[in-house]
């Protein structure tokens, strides 16, 4: 039922691509179903709507991190604290991608 539903979304985001919300709901399917590059793709529009969206940061470092990298993920996780510095779990992936 979820790739059906990933299809549906993505299917209304091709007439009206300027909702937030559906994409971020794209990207937490993407996730559940292990389809990073469309999690990625989906929390990337989020971010760019809407720049102060702290858990979609928080899910782009996280989609970075799954991936092996690090690099990618520290700036989303700056961005992300910005928003939401009391997200402990933000703070320990941060810890991670330092070290």
Known sequence: ELRK??????????IKPLM?????RVGTIGMQL???DTALRAFSEV?????EEGDAW???AAIHMHNKNPAE???ALLESLKQNRNNWR??????????
């Open 5 to 14: 539903a990933l299809k549906h979304f993505l299917d209304g985001l091709e």
């Open 20 to 24: 937030p919300n559906v994409w971020f």
């Open 34 to 36: 292990r389809e990073w």
């Open 47 to 51: 971010v760019q709507q809407e720049p």
């Open 58 to 60: 928080a899910n782009v």
């Open 73 to 75: 993920a520290y700036p």
């Open 90 to 99: 933000v703070w320990v992936t941060k810890l991670y991608a330092c070290i």
